[in-house]
């Protein structure tokens, strides 16, 4: 692996970037399932202990089939949601530090979501204080009902 610093910034080599799907994360399980970090082993103990019905990572989306452009296979992009109630039409997804392809991932989903029309309702948590907004609104909308 090679590094090179450019005007101040950590340049990694071709092929040298290391796996930053879930940043400075713990993993932790519970209840036999295993999370990718700590805070979503939280929302899921929090959710649960509010007496939410979410599923942990239960389905996967594809949001740009793969092709092949000059000869070159492409390979789909994919999407999946850490916690989905499907009865209430809610995805959550629990961010905390977000990696480079998130921004655009988010995008891509946000607009297949919108193409397909399904009505879903997509939060974004990022920390602790996020959870704990998005549990009482959670609660607000099951008093409406």
């Known amino acids: 692996m090679h590094r ?34 700590k805070l979503e ?16 990572e239960i389905e996967t989306y594809c949001i740009i089939d793969k092709f092949e452009f000059q000869d070159q296979k492409i390979r789909a992009i994919t999407y ?29 989903f946000k607009r297949f979501l919108t193409i397909n029309r399904l009505d879903f309702t997509f939060y974004v948590v990022k920390n602790i204080k996020e959870l704990e907004l998005l549990i009482i609104d959670l609660k607000a ?3 409406e009902k």
């Open 80 to 108: 999946t949601p850490d916690f989905i109630d499907k009865d209430r039409r809610i995805i959550i997804e629990i961010k905390g530090f977000s990696n480079d392809s998130w921004t655009l991932r988010e995008k891509l």
């Open 141 to 143: 909308m099951k008093n």
């Open 41 to 56: 082993a939280r929302a899921y103990q929090r959710l649960k202990d509010e007496g939410f019905n979410f599923e942990y």
């Open 4 to 37: 090179k610093v450019v005007k101040g910034k950590l340049k990694w080599g071709v092929g040298d970037k290391p796996n930053l799907k879930v940043r400075n994360a713990t993993k932790v399980e519970v209840d036999g399932i295993k999370f990718r970090s």
